[in-house]
């Protein structure tokens, strides 16, 4: 491990003549224009701004971009943002700066001016269309600055002083308040660079990740595949993660990833992957299962009401159903696993030890003679659920599992929104993707507050119901009777979410009575559910 001073206008000479480089796994310039004159501020003030990680790598990384036959020294682990924020600063375009995005237009958007004059805040600011029209604007442009010798300069400031009339003696003052900006080119801050073998860096990016660098094992090993399988991460990994997150299925890559080695080796834990698995050519056909298996688990999850990945309970468990989708391919029935996934779900099971549970789940689906025998196993390994009406008298606030159990029921059921009658999931005959559904008290909160109703209570799931988002019912503090006549909304409404009909049911004074005949109303549903998940025949 190396550690060095670099000044600034260093760092982005290393970034232009693509001395350092971008790997493929990393993600663009995610960087606001504010943050980019934040940047500018900090280092005028002389505020640290970290450190700069880099690797250099003892083999072959695939860049992001690859204009030219030329291997950059060093790779960018952590300070990429920093890095291209400094370069638009300097207005020196970056060697790994995307093709696709027009440099001109940046360099329009991160336009940072400095006024000499400004006496308080703001110092620095966006240049607007009103200070770009004017070219004798007091703001002057960073970038300007930064690269003026000292005759331009003094041309800079001869013109301010133009300007305000100002006598010859204010030239010495102007020039400094200008000259204070030209020194941050000179400005230094550390370099960081490792140069140790795969297996240490994996471990001294997971330290280093502890103290908030965001690298992870994952992103290793995908630099790694994409070494060996050029343009793989840019031109597939990566889009097939942008359509699923258009699709309302936002993952993390590293569990994409890391279904892809479970899948392809058997393994969760990418440092026991051999090292041929990553070799030219090898993930065309694990990579080809991955997906197949992604994409059949999402449509099947929609089919059942999950249209978006943030109303799952856990991600973890997506894992074990998308090996055993992909193991078993021409037996797999997609309702009796779902059921698997909600029971460990539901138990936890991948709450502590993640990657060892998951481990151990990928050897017993891949030690499984079938699929019925894989499914068994893991019956064997959660209690079966078997619900009862105490389990719907929970504050629902503490049991999101059994409020997305309601959720799901009523999907099933083809159940409505009770205001504009669509029905739940669906925007006319077509699915929403990313559609997640909202929760309605049915005795609404206030009214049982108003009538002083113990807060467990209030909140009890069966007293919840589940209602489009896009609706905006204001049922104030009235009894459930009064909003249910407002908005003629029929029984079968309420009966699709098991929500007693009886209108004497629908006072205050029988509250609890409402609670206790629709827990058992909701808990007799969840048993039929699961049951119709376990012995479906697809």
């Known amino acids: 491990m190396a550690i060095q001073q670099m000044k600034t206008r260093e760092v982005v000479d290393q970034a232009v003549d693509h001395r350092w480089s971008i790997p493929e796994f990393q993600r663009g310039f995610v960087w606001r224009p504010p943050k980019v004159r934040d940047l500018a501020e900090s280092l005028w003030r002389q505020y640290p701004i970290g450190s700069f990680l880099l690797w250099r790598s003892s083999v ?35 060697y790994f700066w995307p093709q696709s995005i027009d440099w001109n237009d940046a360099l329009k958007d991160h336009d940072v001016r400095f006024n000499p004059f400004q006496t308080t805040e703001p110092y620095f600011v966006l240049a607007s269309a009103v200070i770009r029209r004017d070219p004798n604007s007091d703001w002057v442009p960073v970038r300007e600055i930064l690269n003026a010798d000292d005759e331009k300069l003094s041309e800079i400031v001869d013109r301010l002083r133009a300007k305000h009339q100002l006598p010859t003696v204010k030239f010495a003052s102007l020039w400094s308040a200008l000259d204070r900006i030209r020194k941050v080119r000179d400005q230094e801050v550390v370099v960081i660079t490792i140069d140790h073998d795969l297996e240490d860096v994996v471990e001294i990016f997971t330290r280093v990740n502890r103290q908030g660098t965001k690298v992870t094992e994952a992103d290793v090993f995908l630099a790694l595949a994409a070494r060996h399988n050029p343009t793989w991460a840019s031109k597939e990994f990566l889009p097939f993660i942008e359509d699923l997150g258009e699709a309302g299925w936002k993952l993390d890559p590293n569990l994409i990833f890391r279904t892809l080695i479970a899948i392809g080796a058997g393994k969760t834990r990418f440092k026991e992957v051999r090292g041929e698995f990553w070799a030219s050519g090898s993930l065309k056909e694990p990579w080809r299962r991955c997906r197949d298996s992604w994409e059949s688990i999402v449509k099947s999850m929609q089919g059942v009401g999950i249209l978006n990945s943030d109303i799952l309970p856990t991600h973890n468990a997506l894992l074990p159903l998308i090996v055993l989708r992909d193991h078993f391919e021409k037996d797999f029935k997609f309702k009796p696993a779902f059921a698997c996934f909600l029971e460990v779900s539901k138990a936890g099971r991948y709450s502590g030890s993640a990657f060892t549970t998951l481990g151990e789940d990928v050897q017993l689906i891949r030690g499984s003679k079938d699929f019925s025998e894989a499914v068994r196993k893991f019956d064997d390994l959660t209690p079966d659920p078997v619900f009862s009406p105490e389990d719907f008298l929970a504050d629902h606030r503490d049991e999101y599992f059994r409020l997305l159990l309601i959720y799901l029921i ?109 827990a058992k109303l909701l808990a007799d549903a969840a048993n039929d559910y699961f049951q119709g998940l376990r012995y479906a025949d697809k």
């Open 60 to 94: 072959e990384v695939e860049p992001r971009v690859a204009a030219d036959t030329r291997q950059p020294d060093s790779w960018v682990v952590d300070g990429q943002q920093r890095t291209t924020a400094l370069a638009l600063l300097f207005g020196r375009k970056p």
């Open 410 to 518: 009523a999907y099933k059921r083809e159940g409505h929104d009770w205001k504009n009658g669509t029905r739940l999931g669906f925007e006319g005959k077509d699915l929403l993707s990313g559609f997640t559904p909202d929760w309605h008290h049915i005795f609404p909160r206030k009214y049982l507050e108003k009538n002083a109703v113990e807060g467990s209570k209030i909140h009890a799931l069966a007293n919840m119901a589940v209602i489009d988002p896009k609706t905006n019912i204001r049922f104030g503090a009235k009894e459930p009777i009064h909003y249910l006549e407002k908005y003629e909304i029929p029984d079968e409404y309420l009966e699709e979410q098991m929500v007693p009909t009886d209108r004497k049911l629908l006072t205050v004074g029988r509250f609890d009575d409402f609670l206790k005949l629709r």
